[in-house]
């Protein structure tokens, strides 16, 4: 049974890919394994942000992991910013990182990475070894993007073992066994995305079913009329078996057998359907959360994030030659808790 840690960046509203390619598995496992899933609001400060928006998209992508189904019995479930020991570690860290490996990462030099750039873009993937270093994580399901991040988080985990004294579990990329990649359905060369310039192609998760109905009438097919799978020479007609194909648990190639001698239009529909079947109740689900509903979850999740991430800092401090820390008195809550409206 091995630790698993998810990450979502409040920087755009959710959209279908992050539903099929990070959710979905988070919640199918979350009764097998033990699970961390965090809102990582810190991370959407890296580039630039409004802060208003920082606070809704974390409430909302909170509670759109809750009408999915993040069960908060089984999953551990909070925001990143309520617990303190995420930034304690994250400049433990940085004392093990030497400057050069940071300026390497991929990521740094695609988002603009120059003398711009805020200081913490350089240190962002520190912060993300930090995130998962402080719940003695072993396996971090990430897409190919994250990949380096995850062997960087290994590299500073190995080497302050190696330098201070074992500390940290060294944890491993794992990737998903289907590797659905859902690609817009205006331009199919392109990854759906949240922050995808135009959104005539994105599916949001809460997107009302007409304006979801319409975007997937409106989609790019290709050429031809025969619905078969070839990603490569029919990328518009592939991605929306892939689609269906996810949301139905079928492969593709299946799917694509039940529309022979049938139109693109057919297909569509069909994608239509099964998008709202899927997202309509997820909404409703959505809309009875209330503020308190979400705010006591996530005050409740800091509250045992913060109890095993303190036991972690407190070992890495002693390690480096620190004190222990202060410790909270007994009975006190590790983080401070307010219920009630979104802070
Ligand atoms: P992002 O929204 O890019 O920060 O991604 C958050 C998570 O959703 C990551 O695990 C991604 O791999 C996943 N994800 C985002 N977009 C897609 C997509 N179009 N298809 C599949 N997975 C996706
Ligand atoms: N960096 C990840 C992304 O851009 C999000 C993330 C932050 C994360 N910390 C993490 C993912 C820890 C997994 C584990 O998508």
Known sequence: MSRRISGFKPTGPLQLGNYVGAIRPVVRGQHEQPTVAFIADLHALTVQHDPALVQALSREVAGLLLATGIDPGHALLYRQSDVAAHLELHYLLECVTSYGEAHRMIQFKEKGGGGGSRLSLLTYPVLMAADILLHDIEEVPVGNDQRQHVELTRDLAERFNERYGP??????????????????????????????????????????????????????????????????????????????????????????????????????????????????????????????????????????AAEHADRTVRRARIALGLTGGRRAPAGSPATPVTAGRPR
């Open 167 to 304: 500390t940290f579990t060294v944890p491993r990329a794992v990737h998903p066994a289907v590797a659905a990649r859902i690609a817009d359905l205006a331009e199919p060369g392109r990854k759906m995305g949240k922050t995808n310039a135009s959104t005539a192609g994105v599916l949001f998760l809460l997107d009302p079913p007409d304006v979801l109905r319409r975007k997937v009438m409106r989609a790019v097919t290709d050429t031809g009329t025969e619905v078969v799978y070839e990603p490569q020479q029919r990328p518009g007609v592939a991605n929306l078996l892939d689609i269906l194909g996810a949301l139905t648990d079928r492969d593709p190639r299946a799917v694509a057998g039940d529309f022979q001698g049938m139109g693109y239009g057919r297909l569509k529909t069909a994608v239509a359907d099964a998008v709202i079947a899927t997202l309509e109740p997820i909404q409703g689900r959505y809309r009875a959360l209330t503020d308190e509903d979400i705010e006591t979850v996530l005050a409740d999740g800091a509250e045992r």
